[in-house]
């Protein structure tokens, strides 16, 4: 059954893309629409989409992290493109782990792990945006932060673990430590 669904959504959208292309190589409107509006990297951006749909239509939530990280070196290079600030990778690859937060929050909320899957989403998208915050001063990429910036960022970080650590250790209490000891 899983395979006869798997074949129908591929199918359909293959035939939708060849759609696609026939109207846009037909249509001279639509071709000089897409050659002022999509740029190259649209297409990564494009392609993170349909493995998200691919990954809702067949009832795998988990596609939504490759669909997230897809999608968003799509608009890591869409902004690149527009800008020319091709030296800003230096710094934009600790967006990377935030991208994996936001497919792993899309994979709760659609059903895998709900509760787990949006701690550590969360978890990911503030490392992530700490480390771009402290490469992007250090790189150039962000002059607001300063001298001590990073610094300041990489003490809040630190900060954040350690309260997240006592929620976690307070929650759980010493009744996971004897388990542990159980099992010995």
Do not use: C, K
């Amino acid at each position: 059954m899983r395979q006869n669904r798997t074949n129908l959504v591929l199918g359909f959208l293959l035939i939708l893309i060849g759609g696609w292309l026939v109207i846009s190589r037909q249509v001279p409107a639509v071709q000089d629409w897409l050659d002022t509006n999509f740029t190259w990297p649209m297409y990564t951006i494009g392609a993170g989409l349909i493995v998200f749909l691919i990954g809702l239509i067949t009832g795998a939530p988990g596609m939504s992290i490759p669909a997230a990280i897809i999608t968003g070196i799509g608009g890591i290079l869409y902004y690149q493109n527009q800008t020319g600030d091709y030296d800003s990778w230096s710094y934009m690859w600790a967006l990377i782990p935030g991208f994996v937060g936001v497919g792993t929050i899309l994979a709760g909320l659609l059903g895998d792990s709900t509760r787990r899957n949006l701690s550590h989403g969360l978890n990911l998208i503030v490392i992530s945006t700490v480390l771009f915050l402290v490469f992007a001063t250090f790189f150039g990429g962000l002059a607001i932060l300063g001298d001590y910036g990073p610094a300041i960022l990489l003490i809040l970080l630190g900060v954040y673990v350690l309260i997240r650590g006592f929620v976690r250790s307070g929650s759980s209490g010493r009744a996971g430590y004897r388990g542990q000891d159980e099992t010995r």
